[in-house]
């Protein structure tokens, strides 16, 4: 890599490694604080957020889809997915070829309430985004598609589409 110390893609030190590994802390903690307070007002946590925004990015996801996505055991995804059907921001709907299963789908009020998290988050990617430039927007999502498991993986490539 030019201009930032001369430091080369395939040999890294340990401290360069650390310094990303720490640089990736501190921005996850950015990127959640955000919405981490609109949470708050909700009694809602992080699995709830992820939950509306993938309903929201795939309107009548099934639960067991939303399962694979997030990656999380089926009792902890019913206890997020129950309190936010009984606020009234999903809806489950029977499915119409399979009535076992459930389709997920945003109320007007889950839509604003996602809307606005994401409203939080894109103001935050897209300073950065301005901030770091073309090319680095460019290496900073191959670098994070290279972190992901191959499933992990193909779901964003689904959802890239």
């Known amino acids: 890599m030019d201009g930032h110390g001369g430091e080369k893609l395939l040999f890294l030190t340990d401290e360069q490694l650390r310094q990303g590994i720490e640089a990736m802390f501190f921005a996850y903690r950015g990127f959640t604080s955000d919405p981490d307070r609109i949470l708050d007002d909700y009694a809602y946590g992080r699995a709830h957020h992820r939950a509306l925004h993938f309903i929201n990015r795939s309107p009548g996801t099934t639960v067991n889809n939303l399962l694979s ?66 090319e680095a927007v460019a290496g900073f999502r191959r670098v994070l598609e290279a972190m992901m498991d191959p499933e992990i993986r193909r779901h964003y490539a689904g959802l890239a589409e």
């Open 69 to 134: 996505i997030l990656g999380v055991t089926k009792q902890s995804l019913n206890r997020v997915l129950r309190t936010l059907i009984e606020d009234g921001l999903v809806e489950a709907r029977v499915g119409d070829r399979d009535r076992r299963e459930r389709h997920l789908h945003l109320t007007a009020t889950g839509r604003a309430l996602e809307a606005k998290l994401s409203d939080a988050q894109q103001t935050r990617m897209r300073q950065a985004y301005r901030t770091a430039g073309p």
